[in-house]
């Protein structure tokens, strides 16, 4: 095989110097990482316009592995940053990629105002149900009766329901899908980064 042959198809969107990934086998932030580029390239996205946006988390470290302007923010912290980044360079597709715990729990309040006002960022969320990286406690879309080192006789709250949430808040474009629905996954990703908002 060539050196052509023996490259990645997605290279140019990763950082080489920082592969290998710190994720798990097994985990779904690789295939996030993975659609999310496909989507970038199959919509020939000039990668100098693209900004990418994360929190703490194991998916937090993403922003770390595009090959784009990208920030990895404090806990909760990452719409506040992307909507500083996006009022800035308006013409900045800024794309928000951090996982549950982080979006919709420390940073709950952010996910609802930046929905309601939409402001033409897009946040890709990675929902594992409980705080993952700090030890496996309950948080708010932790599911009823779900066991975690917080919960040991079950968790008692009902669960938030994340497209919900996202839809009566306003947002202009709410899927979910699972990673292992790469395809629809990617599409979805492509309709986010091609959905423009109007405030006129």
């Known amino acids: 095989m060539t050196e052509e042959e023996l490259r990645h ?15 798990c086998e097994g985990c779904g932030n690789g295939i ?3 659609c999310f580029a496909r989507a ?16 703490i988390g194991c998916i937090g470290r993403i922003s770390g592995y595009t090959n784009t302007d990208s920030f990895h923010t404090t806990h ?15 013409e900045l597709t800024v794309a928000v990629i951090s996982g549950d715990g982080d979006l919709f729990a420390i940073g709950g309040n952010h996910f609802i105002h930046a929905a309601r ?41 009902q669960a938030f329901n994340l497209v919900h949430l996202a839809a009566a808040c306003g947002a202009v474009y709410v899927a979910r899908w699972t990673t292992l629905q790469t395809r629809w996954l990617t599409e979805s990703i492509k309709n986010a980064c091609r959905k423009r908002v109007s405030h006129s």
Not at 9 to 18: A, H, M, Q, S, V
Not at 40 to 55: R, Y
Not at 120 to 143: E, H, L, R, S, W
């Open 9 to 23: 198809p997605y290279e140019k969107f990763l950082r080489k110097d920082r592969i290998p990934h710190i994720w």
């Open 32 to 34: 996030i990482l993975n």
């Open 40 to 55: 970038l390239d199959e919509l020939n996205m000039d990668l100098d316009k693209v900004a990418v946006v994360s929190g």
């Open 76 to 90: 909760g912290r990452p719409i506040a940053f992307a909507t500083g980044v996006k009022l800035a360079n308006p």
């Open 117 to 157: 006002r939409n402001l033409d960022i897009k946040v890709i969320c990675a929902n594992n149900f409980i705080y993952g990286m700090t030890g496996g406690q309950g948080g708010p879309t932790t599911p009823l009766s779900t066991w975690t080192t917080t919960t040991p006789y079950g968790n008692i709250e």
